[in-house]
């Protein structure tokens, strides 16, 4: 059906939003709404300034007949620090300390409200960046992996500590717990992820970083690069096994007493630092 | 900042997109865009169109000063029949078979693009009934749980077999496997489901559906109601333990000789069918 320019707007909009960084050709769009080409650049022009006015995210477009456009989401600074501080609040409850130093978390990390928020911000530090999978560890894991994947647009695998779950044939690794300095071993699905992939690594807790450090390792016996480490909350220890990491939140808990003390994260440095490669200029 | 209509278009598109199920009022979205009720209202009823020309969702508009919009997102049969098929052509595919008679779905269960279509397919049998929670079972589930919950916007609760993650008190059943017979015990955490909830549980595969029931049971013991079960995909078994159910492909799988025949599920007739409360009729 031919379609009106508001029309377009709306459904371009919609369009585009589901498939993050996919680009779709003018031709795409051409035929999906029976209009001109030159009609639907005049409607890109629009959606790139909307998109970057309202901090929405990145909107490339390619100019010329075969051109076409990529939508990259992204968070502005300003809606980051009021997100991380909604979060630090949230998490401020001396009733989430858990046994071990651990915090409850899987109230927010069942919400899609904060998930699709997290979600976003941990992929706006890789907004120039390629990346083919996201990994994370069973099972608190998952909801975070699915949400920087669901921005990211690709896949993402899980690991796991248990081989009750029938997954097919499997590559494992053992690896030394950050704390405890217990041998385990975790496993991941051999045709889950292909070999040689560009992984980012996310979780909901770290603390020393020893499961995450493993799945390193895994990533590794599958050829593959770790591009990232993100997790929504770091604890605070002794000492890390791991350097390089962005961590929403920061958490120290007192298991003895009962007290906690939240605080923003390392993210704002390492998201929005400068030379970050998510600099969101103002021609984005 | 006042805004022109092609950006109010823009900008309301993904406000509506990212806050389903949720009544936002026409003083928000004057206060959004500086601009007069009136003019939202027009743009209100263009948004109202495309979504439903577009098959994109259920956009109820409340006239008046006191009004508002709510947008629910839902799935047309048209779609629902290409999308189903792609998925029973994905899943036949001999070298899914596992041992037990499960079904390989790793990787489109960690597909994005597959569970944002899972999610707003199921949601769409439910588009005019009120659901508090999305229940699951560890670890497979959580995806598909996730993918229905973000549609429905509402959160999501994972329970578990194992008791070596801490989550704080949990409220737990003893259930029996649908087709081993065996006694199982599953958990939940007390304070990730409100008393009185109603809840929709979903999976990822149902053989006999023991897990299902456990499910329920615990619901019951939250002084909850069960306001409907959908799983991805149920595998062919001589007696079921649940008798109303929606799922999307019906796999029959053979571990003997490793053959797999895979079919739409009953989804049409459930979502679909006549007197479902779904019914997308012209109006919407």
């Given amino acids: 059906m031919k379609t009106r320019r508001s029309d377009r707007l709306v459904d371009m909009t919609r369009y585009l939003l589901e498939r993050p960084r996919t ?22 022009t629009i959606l790139k300034r909307t ?16 051109g076409g456009a990529r939508f990259t989401p992204y968070m502005v600074e300003s809606e980051a620090a009021d997100f991380v501080a909604s979060l630090v609040n949230a998490i401020d409850d ?12 899987s109230d927010l990390l069942g919400q899609p409200w904060f998930l699709q928020r997290i979600g976003r ?17 069973a ?11 669901e921005q990211l647009n690709v896949p993402f695998v899980i690991v796991r500590n248990d081989t009750k779950v029938t997954e097919g044939p499997t590559m ?16 991941l699905s051999r045709r ?38 993100a997790v929504v909350a770091e604890g605070r220890v002794e000492h890390r ?22 605080k923003a994260g390392n993210y704002a440095e390492e998201i929005y630092g400068e030379g970050s490669p998510a600099e969101i200029s103002s021609a984005d």
Same sequence: chains 1, 2.
């Fill in 139 to 149: 099972t608190k894991g998952v909801p975070v992996a699915q949400a920087v994947a």
């Fill in 51 to 66: 998109f970057h006015e309202r901090g929405i995210g990145l909107l490339e477009t390619i100019p010329g007949a075969a």
């Fill in 192 to 229: 889950s992820l292909p070999m040689g992939s560009r992984v980012l690594i996310v979780d909901d807790f770290m603390k020393a970083g020893g499961t995450i450090r493993g799945m390193a390792s895994l990533v590794k016996e599958f050829e593959g690069q770790v591009v990232g480490v």
């Fill in 241 to 262: 096994v791991i350097d390089k990491y962005t961590s929403l939140v920061h958490v120290d808990t007192n298991k003895d007493d009962g007290i906690i003390k939240v």
């Fill in 121 to 137: 911000l941990i992929a706006t530090q890789y907004l120039r960046e390629p990346i083919d999978a996201v990994m994370t560890a």
């Fill in 23 to 44: 680009l779709v050709s003018l031709t795409q769009f051409a035929e999906l709404y029976e209009s001109a080409k030159s009609s639907i650049s005049e409607d890109l």
């Fill in 172 to 187: 494992s690794v053992n690896y030394v717990t950050g704390q405890s300095q217990r041998l385990e071993k975790m496993e």
């Fill in 94 to 105: 001396e009733t989430r300390v858990l046994p071990g130093g651990y915090v409850y978390l």
